[in-house]
């Protein structure tokens, strides 16, 4: 598997924010989101095997651990990764744009499903795999000017709700900045619970 980083630090994103969480952030994107902070994660990296990123994660005090990228679907091996750390204890959350058919992810993964809206330059074309959320998995909503808060494009349904923020700024900024300085980043949980998000990974 081809890894950018895998370090310990606290979750700043979702309804976790605030948890001591291992991230395991892989290396590679197919989209080009105009608001990514993590470019670095593009290219480079290494190549580990699962064995020995289980290793690196038994290392910190926690059994949380965030799959992310770069795009973790991207990696052939995620779901065998996903189950082993199931396996062994550990709850996992995986940060996705949703756009790779996400049918081999263990069940016991909550996922984080970046909605993308026109301001990334990368929308949602096809919702398919939204289909697949369960409870306990979340949207993730980046407005990046007034008018992506008018419909993200994503179909409603009976007994679901349209996950929508607004922003306060009329453009998004790619800087690294904290949760309580970055205006426009939501999260909505699949059973409609909100919170706010974003972590500044340490660099």
Sequence with gaps: ????????????ESTHAGRPC???RFTGCDLRCQYCDTEYSFYGGRQMTRAQILAEVAKYPTKFVCLTGGEPVLQKELPELAQELLDLGYEISLETHGQRPLDRI??????????????SEEP???FRELERLQPGDELKVVVCSESSTRS???????GSER?????????????????ATRPGWSSTPASSMPGSCRRSPPR
């Design 124 to 126: 949602h074309t096809t």
């Design 163 to 179: 996950c929508e923020s607004r922003s306060t700024s009329s453009t998004c900024s790619p800087t690294r900045r904290s949760a």
């Design 22 to 24: 291992v991230f395991v």
């Design 1 to 12: 598997m081809h890894v950018t980083e895998i370090f310990f630090s606290i979750q700043g």
């Design 106 to 119: 263990p069940r016991g993964v909550k996922k984080i499903v970046d909605l993308k809206t026109p301001g």
């Design 152 to 158: 993200s494009g994503a179909p409603t349904r009976a």
